[in-house]
């Protein structure tokens, strides 16, 4: 388990990551690979999505693009601070301070999750990946962007010590073991690294 992928370190961690955070965001995920990213989710306008991880709200915008009923989750104050100021606290998104291996949500409560950056940091994926099917309806489908990993060797350790990074191997194993059935992965990246993440778009069962 990398450094990061503790909750404590990873709150500790963001404090201070959410002051730089926008800044730093685009060279890695951006509007481009955003745009891309929701067209695999494809959202009805009356769609109700939950951004788990929303940080300061990038995804959450994107979102918004396609859907006024968009509600958004963060176990880090700092990141949903940063959200708060470009959002309300209610005006535009419902926010909750939370943990995604514990949704504070109802059963069948969502259309659609959307989650970006942010499996990386989860020391459960699939326990949080099973209440991502839990909370959203059947039928309904789930998008994660997570950190493709590398092909060196070398960047492979280093990556290990960091944090989750994970092949479409690995991803097939955690969304069938969460109960998934159907999905499907995509790398992505900016220009300079066009795979360096990999997004899944799951489906929730009919059967639910």
């Known amino acids: 388990m990398g450094v990061l992928e503790d909750k404590g370190r ?17 060279f890695i995920w951006n509007e481009e690979m955003r745009t891309q990213a929701l067209e695999m989710l494809a959202l009805d306008a009356d769609d109700h999505v939950l951004d788990v991880g929303c940080g300061t709200g990038f995804g959450t915008e994107g979102l918004l693009q396609h859907t006024d009923h968009v509600y958004g ?4 104050e700092g990141q949903l601070e940063k959200a708060w100021a470009k959002f309300g606290k209610t005006d535009h998104v419902a926010f909750t301070f939370g943990d995604a291996e514990r949704l504070p949500f109802a ?16 020391p459960n994926p699939v326990t949080a990946l099973r209440e991502f099917r839990r909370v959203v309806k059947p039928g309904g489908n789930v998008l994660v962007v997570g950190p493709n990993y590398p092909r060196s060797t070398v960047f492979q ?10 092949d479409e191997a690995e991803a097939d ?3 069938r073991e969460a109960g ?20 899944t778009l799951a489906h929730v069962p009919d059967d639910d």
């Not at 990873?10 to 685009?26: C, G, K």
């Open 10 to 26: 990873a709150r500790l961690f963001y404090r201070y990551l959410s002051t730089v955070y926008d800044r730093i965001n685009p």
């Open 73 to 76: 989750l963060d176990q880090s």
């Open 107 to 122: 059963d069948d409560s969502f259309d659609a999750i959307w989650s970006s950056g942010s499996i990386e940091y989860w």
């Open 157 to 166: 350790k280093l990556a290990d010590a960091i944090m989750l990074f994970y």
């Open 173 to 175: 194993r955690m969304f």
């Open 180 to 199: 998934f059935e159907r999905f499907e992965h995509r790398t992505m990246g900016p220009a300079y690294k066009p795979d360096v993440a990999i997004t």
